[in-house]
């Protein structure tokens, strides 16, 4: 048994303190849970549970939404899409985000043509009239990678938009 009283005892998570374990669990919440459902997911006590996630709306990293007598936590996501634009200005050039926009768009345009489709929506919509389970399943994958390109292009776009102003702010005065 660990001497840390902040260690769980149940050997699958003997690696992960209780709070590593809220903490890992929380940055997922992307439907508003409770801190009861945090303390089943992560096997920790509801007060453990709370006192993490209540940390990490202090750290603009969850959100508390009050709805009726319940309390719910999820991802802030204005924070976290903040966070995703300046990590993409710090680990990518002008150009590179600017290649990686062309692509994304690149095969949104090619799989419109391919599919005669407009939207993923449309394209999951067609497997109704597919028979053939390769093709279907082929459907199902691309739609679902043209959702995560549709969700992406917004975030490279905000990079590339105030590219400049960052990389200027980004600078540290020695």
Do not use: F
Not at 76 to 96: F, G, I, K, W
Not at 130 to 136: A, G, K, T
Not at 138 to 145: K, Q
């Amino acid at each position: 048994m660990s001497d840390d009283p902040d260690r769980g005892d149940d050997a699958t998570h003997t690696s992960m303190t209780r709070g590593e374990r809220v903490r890992a669990a929380a940055r997922t919440l992307r439907t508003p849970r409770t801190a009861s459902w945090v303390a089943d997911e992560t096997e920790v006590s509801v007060k453990t549970a709370q006192k993490y996630l209540d940390q990490l709306v202090e750290d603009n990293v969850l959100q508390k939404i009050e709805q009726g007598d319940q309390t719910l936590y999820c991802i802030d996501q204005l924070m976290a899409t903040y966070r995703e634009v300046a990590s993409l200005q710090r680990e990518h050039d002008r150009e590179e985000l600017t290649t990686a926009l062309e692509s994304m768009r690149r095969k949104i345009t090619r799989w419109q043509e391919t599919y005669n489709v407009e939207t993923p929506g449309e394209l999951r919509a067609s497997i109704a009239d597919r028979d053939d389970p390769d093709e279907i399943e082929e459907r199902r994958e691309i739609a679902s990678e043209w959702e995560h390109l549709a969700d992406r292009i917004p975030v490279v776009r905000a990079a590339l938009a105030e590219y400049d102003w960052a990389t200027e702010r980004d600078r540290v005065s020695v």
